[in-house]
């Protein structure tokens, strides 16, 4: 079993329910391979520094797993084939830091 | 009121009293790695406000001799920008 931090980042045009859909539809995969979700975090809608298929945002969800290997495998693998995802990234971690959030700040001055 | 200024003065004539020409390197130029200190905010591709400190306006990675970084920090910062380069976040 290992720490994953594992990202996504999906087209600027979802709605909040298809978001809600990409986060159920993941974390189905997740526990239905045996992993377990620390956390889940919605950094929401952020501008991206540079294009990515002609988008100019993202909206951002982030995972913390203890799992196995294949399962990422697995996640990849799906995530690969999805048409509303940009972009995906995994880290393996030693610990998790569950109290920061780097991103909460701005999605408060954003709905301010 | 007037006891204090001569505190004051006293005080700043000892400061200059330490500034001599003998006196070591270490006082003249900071150079011990920001990142390495105890309290020190921690390396995460997450953590852009830190990582953007240590990128060019290009989007460049600095050089350790500019930003006096240790290199085993330098080696955390460089993986962790290329992440967050990534995820389109620098």
Excluded at chain 1, 17 to 23: G, L, W
Excluded at chain 1, 65 to 79: A, F, M, P, Q, R
Excluded at chain 2, 32 to 38: A, E, G, I, V
Aim: charged letters at 30%.
């Amino acid at each position: 079993m290992n720490n994953y931090e594992h990202t996504i980042i999906a087209r600027q045009d979802t709605t909040a329910s298809q978001i809600k859909q990409i986060k159920d539809k993941y974390s189905d995969i997740i526990l239905k391979n045996k992993g377990n979700i620390v956390q889940t975090q919605d950094w929401g809608l952020m501008n991206l520094s540079y294009f990515i298929k002609k988008n100019k945002k993202g909206n951002y969800i982030h995972f913390k797993i203890k799992c196995d290997g294949s399962l990422i495998k697995e996640l990849e693998k799906n995530e690969k084939l999805d048409k509303n995802l940009l972009r995906f990234l995994t880290v393996r971690v030693k610990n998790f830091d569950l109290k920061t959030n780097y991103f909460l700040k701005d999605n408060k001055t954003n709905e301010k | 009121m007037k006891s204090k200024k001569i505190n004051s003065k006293k005080n700043k004539s000892s400061n200059f009293s330490k500034l001599s020409i003998f006196q070591p390197n270490k006082y003249k130029f900071k150079k011990t790695c920001p990142l390495s200190s105890k309290g020190a905010p921690i390396v995460d591709y997450k953590n852009i406000k830190l990582l953007k400190r240590y990128v060019s306006e290009n989007g460049k990675i600095l050089p350790s001799r500019i930003t006096n970084i240790s290199q085993k920090k330098q080696r955390e910062l460089s993986l962790s920008i290329k992440r967050a380069r990534n995820l389109a976040l620098i």
